[in-house]
Structures are given as C-alpha cells and as structure tokens.
C-alpha cells in the first residue's frame, strides 16, 4: 500500500534531483523510496545474532599494528593463482 510523504527540502536539491531521476528514466519517489529501502536494510542487518561458533571465533586473532589487508590480500591471491 501507498502512502503519501509530505518533505521539506530546498528547492535546489529537488531541483537536481528530479533531473537526476528523469536522466535515469526514474521517478523520484521511486528513487526515494529504494533509498528508504536501502537504509532501514541495513538497520535489520546490524541485529543479526552470531551464530555460537563465529562468537567463539571472534577476537581470536590479533593482527599487528601495520597490517595492511588489502596488500595481504593481494598478495596471497597473487600466489594462489600465479
């Protein structure tokens, strides 16, 4: 079901966003509404509860001061796959 939603926003910013919406063949309640959407999602995904075996996994490593993932990452790819 439907319900209207009165806003209050600035004018320039519905001003760009209705051309931002039109350009992406959207409506901008569409738009609004995929936002609102997206947002209280990701509010449901933070109230997930561990499972008893990733809790007793958690914190179990410590990494050091200067590990850098991403270069760890793509190191252990690089030998994976080279």
């Given amino acids: 079901m439907n319900t209207k939603l009165t806003l209050t926003i600035e004018q320039s910013i519905i ?25 209280t999602k990701e509010e449901q ?3 997930v509860e561990l499972t008893p075996i990733v809790k007793s996994l958690k914190g179990s490593f410590k990494e050091p001061i200067n590990f850098d993932y991403k270069t760890e990452l793509s190191k252990r790819l690089a030998e994976k796959h080279l």
């Fill in 15 to 39: 001003e760009k966003a209705k051309k931002y919406a039109s350009g992406k063949g959207r409506s901008l309640s569409d738009i609004i509404e995929n936002y609102l959407k997206i947002i």
């Fill in 45 to 47: 995904a933070k109230e």
